[in-house]
């Protein structure tokens, strides 16, 4: 059965820390891996990782892949409140080649910044 | 920026009672999806649907459930005899078909059904 496990699973952080957020997964047909940031209601993109060993930047967060071992982690540097959220990881698992795939998500990290 | 919209963003109803939500996906987007949440636990694949069909659906999506495109722009979802266990968050999702095989999916701010 496909799952994607991500650790830990709640966080608590004051402002200016480095958080480090963990995604393992095993699923069939591997696509991508994404990450998103769900804060009230709807998850917005972060990233998505298709290679493994490339890291992909926005501002003060960066995200790698590892296909070897099956994982991926999601850093955030001197962080801030507005950081706090649960942070979702999503593995693409691909049905029929170059056709939208279906997610399987992770239980997702929530991340509590303190001022 | 281009959103995904969903109406109602909260809607009640009674144990057995038909429910629709309804989606507006990204314009230029070809794929479109169904996922809920229930509360306190992962987000779940329910339904994809590409060029006018359905692409892939999972064992939550049975036979009390169906998706259409009735237009140009909207993508709904029916429920015909809700159960208390369809109570969650219904999030819809779109992406383009850019044939490199790799498509983000974007979501919608979501409806959260409560069956009563």
């Given amino acids: 059965e496909d799952k994607v496990v991500q650790s830990p699973l709640s966080l608590v952080v004051h402002e200016g820390d480095t958080v480090t957020l963990n995604c393992s997964y095993e699923v069939t047909n591997f696509r991508s891996l994404l990450w998103y940031k769900q804060e009230k209601k709807a998850p917005t993109f972060l990233f998505m990782l298709t290679s493994s060993g490339i890291e992909k930047k926005s501002g003060r967060l960066s995200s790698i892949l590892d296909k070897k071992e099956l994982f991926s982690i999601l850093n955030i540097t001197a962080t801030q409140t507005g950081d706090s959220a649960v942070y979702l990881c999503a593995v693409e698992a691909m049905v029929i080649y170059n056709q939208g795939g279906k997610l399987i998500f992770g239980q997702g990290t929530e991340l509590s910044v303190k001022p | ?116």
């Fill in chain 2, 1 to 116: 920026e281009p959103e995904v919209t969903q109406t109602p963003s909260h809607q009640v109803t009674q144990m057995g009672q038909e429910v629709i939500l309804r989606c507006v996906p990204i314009s230029n987007h070809l794929y479109f999806y169904w996922y809920r949440q229930i509360l306190g636990q992962k987000v779940e694949f329910l339904v994809s649907f590409y060029n006018n069909e359905i692409s892939e659906k999972s064992e939550i999506f049975d036979d009390q459930f169906s998706v259409e495109r009735p237009d140009g722009s909207n993508f709904t979802l029916k429920i015909r005899s809700t159960k208390l266990e369809d109570s969650a968050m219904y999030f819809c999702a779109s992406s383009e078909r850019t044939g490199r095989g790799t498509d983000t999916q974007y979501f919608g701010p979501g409806t959260r059904l409560t069956v009563l």
